[in-house]
């Protein structure tokens, strides 16, 4: 089994950054893909970035490519999310997320394991 653990969120406001971060404990995650989601109230959970098991190819929803950064440390099985220059349609609930394999998926159904999430909320 693999537990994900999600820190970082809080409230900010519009312009500000945050740093989500992700720690893996159960069993190891650096042969796999990791992703975030994200999923703000009345809507469908979302996919935000991935980065695949290497950590050398990250992918990015339009909405918030060149404002979001995704990266792994694998020795430390974490993964983080640099989130910059927030807007209030960035408030939502982040997933983490482990990929089923060590490509990246844009869908849910590429991910086994989740965490519990953690809440951003950004004030205009």
């Known amino acids: 089994q693999v537990q994900l653990v999600e820190s970082g969120g809080g409230l900010v406001q519009a312009g500000d950054s945050l740093r989500l971060s992700c720690v893996a404990s159960g069993r190891s995650v650096s042969s796999y893909a990791m992703g975030w989601f994200r999923q703000a109230p009345g809507k469908e959970r979302e996919f935000v970035a991935a980065i695949n098991w290497s950590g050398d190819i990250p992918v990015y929803a339009d909405s918030v490519k060149g404002r979001f950064f995704i990266s792994r440390d694998s020795p430390k099985n974490t993964v983080s999310l640099d989130m910059n220059i927030l807007k209030p349609e960035d408030t939502a609930v982040y997933y983490c997320?482990?990929?089923?394999?060590?490509?990246?998926?844009?869908?849910?159904?590429?991910?086994?394991?989740w965490g519990q999430g953690t809440q951003v909320t950004v004030s205009s």
């Open positions: 997320a482990r990929g089923v394999s060590g490509t990246i998926g844009t869908t849910q159904g590429a991910y086994a394991y």
